[in-house]
């Protein structure tokens, strides 16, 4: 199953790109399934659709044409299918700390639940091929990289942390009890868990497998989005995955013969070449200006025919390993592709067999294979919007 990811700053028209895409992949004959990771959904209304049809379908895919389908998930149903003894414990605390039930109910849904019920479907999806193409309309730039890194937190909070916190409230609990009336979580919230753990087994390596999952970066021609979308790039080649194309939508005419719209089309040109020369050798797509609304089926389509043209938009447009391991006479290096980023922003610590990768607020967590975990890190250079991390000989000290 392929699977693309269309990612962006809000406001770009991620949502119109992504159902175009779709729509001209269903209309060649692919299973293909359009899911909306934004939890303020637009994808029904991109098509132009009933709201009472999603209300009716709850959270569960719909079809809107023949190999076409789309899903918009509803958090409070995923809670209930996968987040039960959690919820209700959170939702429990919440109460028993002043709160009406009703609003510690509505605060109980914590960030990452809805991510983490994304990445179930998609794993699922992905193990039973339910479909050719699987298409994901990402949030906005901040919670698509928390959509990514989700499946490495959970793995080092379940490897690192769980099992001890388990057994430490295992004993803890009914000492509590004699002395406070604030509730611990039982067995059944860790065990509500470490279900959601396995069921996301695989799905990381899935993300990361860069000859079937590609992102791509949706922009329009302003300088405070095309730089959001430089820093875009950077997360995701951070996280391992690969980015095949960068979308500038909302291009204007060349045959414009307004006064604004040319003074406008002047700055969207130098821009455009901003754009090609910074993310260069990844192809840029351009698709046009609309006067009038992207809504509705053929409207979609009509925006992939422009933005695709003869280019079958399933394929893989550029390929790259964002990270990679390499030994040469010896010596041990991690390269890591880190673009829009200078050396002064950069800083590297090894933690027992995890290489961690700071960037101002950012952090990436880095597991390192086995020939690399006993070594530690020497020095570093970035050249050509590589990070080469050079491991010495030397062991780790014990």
């Known amino acids: 199953m392929r699977i693309m990811l269309f990612a ?58 023949e190999n076409l389908w789309i899903q918009e998930l509803d958090v409070h149903e995923e809670i209930q299918k996968h987040w039960g003894e959690v919820h209700q414990y959170l939702s429990l605390l919440l109460n028993v700390s002043g709160l009406d039930s009703v ?63 388990r057994n430490l409230f295992r004993m803890a609990r009914p000492v509590v009890r004699r002395f406070s009336d604030v509730p611990l979580p039982e067995d059944a919230y860790f065990a509500s868990i470490e279900r959601l753990f396995h069921r996301l087994r695989g799905v990381d390596a899935l993300l990361t497998d860069t000859h079937r999952t590609s992102v791509r970066l949706v922009t329009n021609l302003e300088k405070m989005v095309i730089r959001e979308t430089q820093r875009s790039f950077m997360f995701f080649s951070l996280h391992q995955l690969g980015i095949d194309a960068i979308i500038v939508n909302r291009v204007l005419a060349e045959n414009s013969r ?36 992207t809504l509705g089926y053929g409207r979609l389509k009509a925006l992939a025919e422009a933005l695709y043209g003869d280019t079958p938009p399933h394929h893989i447009l550029y390929h790259h390993q964002p990270v990679s391991f390499v ?54 250079r970035l050249e050509h919007e590589t990070l080469t991390i050079i491991f010495g000989g030397g062991h780790e000290p014990a």
């Not at 899911?35 to 009716?56: G, I, K, T």
């Not at 040319?262 to 840029?284: G, K, M, N, W």
């Open 8 to 65: 962006g700053k809000g406001g770009v028209g991620k949502t119109s790109v992504a159902a175009g895409t779709g729509v001209l992949l269903a209309e060649r004959g692919l299973k293909t399934l359009v899911m909306s990771l934004d939890p303020a959904h637009s994808l029904s209304d991109a098509f132009d659709l009933d709201r009472r049809l999603m209300d009716v379908n709850r959270g569960q895919p719909v079809a809107v044409a």
């Open 103 to 165: 609003l510690a109910e509505e605060l109980a849904v914590l960030p990452g639940m809805e991510e983490v019920s994304a990445l179930l479907y998609v794993n699922r999806y992905a193990k039973d091929e339910a479909y050719d193409v699987l298409i994901l309309d990402c949030a906005p730039t901040a919670e698509s990289i928390r959509f990514v890194s989700v499946p490495k937190a959970l793995e080092w909070y379940m490897e690192k942390i769980f099992r001890m916190e």
């Open 258 to 293: 307004d006064p604004f719209l040319r003074a406008l089309l002047e700055q969207q040109r130098s821009y455009l070449h901003l754009v090609t020369s910074s993310f260069d050798p990844i192809p840029v797509l351009t698709a046009p200006y609309y006067e009038h609304e």
């Open 327 to 380: 030994s040469e006479n010896g010596t041990h290096m991690v390269r890591i592709h880190f673009p829009f980023v200078s050396r002064e922003e950069i800083a590297l610590t090894k933690v027992g067999d995890e290489l961690v990768i700071r960037m101002g607020a950012f952090k990436k967590n880095l597991v390192l294979p086995r020939a690399f975990a006993r070594l530690h890190p020497e020095k570093a």
